[in-house]
């Protein structure tokens, strides 16, 4: 019979996600068959399955984490943020339309029957299933209609561990206040709780760790100490990108402008492991620096608002003066669309429909279409003969003299474009600098001599996550609370 069990934050960036692959590898090592499942996300950093689908990238990862590959019943409900107050429904990895958090709120309870369709689906293929919750159950404001936390374990019959973040401080009122808040029901379901991103002597934290214990009549599943290679995994959430200063620093310069609406920055994590290079990400308020030998533009999840904040931080004419000094630029999918000439919008859907200007250093066009392109690519880079797998994720189609010089070769078709001088390219394939063969060509030409294996380092780091698990959790403990889904 297949068991399941939950856990929960007393608010977002806990650190859920990490502990999540951290248990589940973990537990796929003692040779139980684990897989991880998320009710609802909200992340503009997905991740592409091999059905055609879209999941938060934190699912990806905890698949791989578990040694299968990610599909869609594993994050069942998907909300990317494309305004202040409105997103993007994914329901079952497809797009289900748009709506505005208050109609969102009123309506999402209508969404617990694919959610507890895909969970059931999944404990098909098991032994356990991990389940992380969103922001935090003391949300007593959300808990009407809830299929993220409470509402879903409620629903569901699953068991949780309540997570609090003690770097932030106030632990002890975060866990103590979050029984507090929740109703008699909801507090029934809590099993225990365990402490994130300890600093420091462990021991000097017993009392607290007790007197948690004492109020709440819950145990302790540990505490843990602040896992020091967590960079080295793929982040999430925008803010967790890395935020350099634009000055100084050693090797090549790739500089990232972070854009409101940035999605998919993945594409920058084997960029961060190496050695050779300077990743910066460029915050509003500063310009693209000067040194910078790269402009990489990245994905974006509202590409003509973007543009538009791209041009009032006066990032613009940064970028045409850095290609004027010579240098280099790459967009990546919104980035690409940016890069052209116009962009047109006549369904309205990224808003008002319209028709706005690109940047203008690509010869191409784009023209946003309701149909959403998903699907996992193998490509060849035509300079160097290097292959790469990646995966698109976008709407929109793009055309014009540039992609004469298309740079990759994805089946019989190609992929991309070029200026003539070949300083600027734009193509709308992800996850392209995680083959190490071609970033290593492609870094290349900046001087960077690369021995990075990049998905050998993530491997790795889940299996010390794992192990860091294990000395810091009781994970026999945690197995044990797991009860058998309905």
């Known amino acids: 019979?297949?068991?399941?069990?939950?856990?929960?934050?007393?608010?977002?960036?806990?650190?859920?996600?990490?502990?999540?692959?951290?248990?589940?590898?973990?537990?796929?090592?003692?040779?139980?068959?684990?897989?991880?499942?998320?009710?609802?996300?909200?992340?503009?950093?997905?991740?592409v399955t091999s059905n055609g689908g879209e999941i938060g990238r934190a699912q990806a990862l905890q698949a791989r984490a578990a040694g299968v590959a990610p599909n869609t019943d594993m994050n069942p409900i998907l909300l990317k943020p494309q305004s202040a107050t409105g997103a993007q429904v994914i329901v079952q990895g497809q797009i289900a339309g748009a709506q505005e958090a208050a109609d969102f709120g009123k309506n999402k309870q209508a969404l617990m029957p694919a959610v507890l369709q895909s969970f059931q689906r999944l404990g098909a293929e098991c032994d356990l299933i991990v389940v992380e919750g969103a922001g935090s159950p003391a949300e007593?404001?959300?808990?009407?209609?809830?299929?993220?936390?409470?509402?879903?374990?409620?629903?569901?019959?699953?068991?949780?561990?309540?997570?609090?973040?003690?770097?932030?401080?106030?632990?002890?009122?975060?866990?103590?206040?979050?029984?507090?808040?929740?109703?008699?029901?909801?507090?029934?379901?809590?099993?225990g709780f365990a402490v994130n991103k300890f600093r420091g002597d462990r021991s000097l934290f017993d009392a607290g760790r007790d007197d948690i214990a004492a109020r709440t009549g819950w145990p302790s599943l540990g505490v843990i100490p602040w896992f020091e290679h967590a960079h080295r995994l793929p982040a999430e959430d925008v803010m967790d990108l890395p935020a350099r200063s634009a000055s100084g620093g050693e090797g090549c310069v790739i500089v990232v402008p972070r854009l409101p609406r940035i999605s998919n920055f993945d594409d920058l994590d084997p960029l961060t492991a190496e050695p050779g290079v300077d990743l910066r990400v460029i915050t509003p308020g500063t310009p693209l620096p000067a040194e910078a030998d790269?402009?990489?533009?990245?994905?974006?999840?509202?590409?003509?608002?973007?543009?538009?904040?791209?041009?009032?931080?006066?990032?613009?004419?940064?970028?045409a003066a850095h290609i004027r000094r010579g240098g280099h630029v790459l967009g990546l999918c919104g980035g690409y669309q940016m890069?052209?000439?116009?962009?047109?919008?006549?369904?309205?859907?990224?808003?008002?429909?319209?028709?706005?200007?690109?940047?203008?250093?690509?010869?191409?066009?784009?023209?946003?279409?309701?149909?959403?392109?998903?699907?996992?690519?193998?490509?060849?880079?035509?300079?160097?003969?290097?292959?790469?797998?990646?995966?698109?994720?976008?709407?929109?189609?793009?055309?014009?003299?540039?992609?004469?010089?298309?740079?990759?070769?994805?089946?019989?078709?190609?992929?991309?474009?070029?200026?003539?001088?070949?300083?600027?390219?734009?193509?709308?394939?992800?996850?392209?600098?995680?083959?190490?063969?071609?970033?290593?060509?492609?870094?290349?030409?900046?001087?960077?001599?690369?021995?990075?294996?990049?998905?050998?380092?993530?491997?790795?780091?889940?299996?010390?996550?794992?192990?860091?698990?294990?000395?810091?959790?009781?994970?026999?403990?945690?197995?044990?609370?797991?009860?058998?889904?309905?």
Not at 158 to 168: A, E, H, K, T, Y
Not at 310 to 315: D, L, N, S
Request: proline share 3%; charged share 20%.
């Open 140 to 191: 007593t404001n959300l808990r009407a209609g809830d299929i993220a936390n409470m509402g879903f374990a409620t629903a569901a019959g699953v068991p949780v561990i309540l997570m609090g973040d003690i770097d932030r401080g106030g632990v002890i009122a975060q866990i103590v206040g979050t029984q507090a808040v929740m109703d008699q029901g909801d507090n029934a379901m809590v099993r």
């Open 294 to 319: 790269l402009v990489l533009m990245v994905g974006s999840k509202a590409t003509i608002s973007d543009l538009a904040a791209f041009r009032a931080e006066g990032w613009d004419i940064d970028l």
């Open 339 to 486: 890069l052209g000439q116009s962009i047109a919008d006549p369904h309205g859907i990224e808003g008002a429909p319209g028709h706005v200007e690109g940047l203008g250093h690509l010869a191409v066009d784009t023209i946003m279409a309701p149909t959403k392109h998903l699907s996992l690519k193998s490509a060849r880079h035509i300079a160097t003969g290097t292959t790469l797998e990646g995966y698109e994720i976008h709407i929109g189609e793009t055309s014009g003299p540039d992609t004469a010089r298309a740079w990759l070769e994805v089946g019989d078709t190609r992929e991309g474009a070029a200026s003539p001088n070949g300083r600027v390219q734009g193509c709308y394939m992800h996850g392209i600098f995680s083959a190490d063969a071609f970033r290593r060509a492609y870094l290349g030409q900046f001087g960077v001599a690369s021995s990075l294996d990049f998905e050998a380092g993530v491997e790795d780091v889940l299996d010390q996550l794992a192990a860091h698990v294990e000395r810091y959790m009781d994970v026999d403990l945690f197995v044990s609370l797991a009860q058998d889904i309905a």
């Open 1 to 47: 019979m297949t068991k399941a069990i939950m856990i929960q934050g007393t608010g977002s960036n806990v650190g859920k996600s990490m502990i999540v692959a951290g248990l589940i590898r973990a537990c796929v090592q003692r040779g139980i068959v684990t897989r991880p499942f998320k009710p609802q996300n909200m992340s503009n950093n997905a991740a």
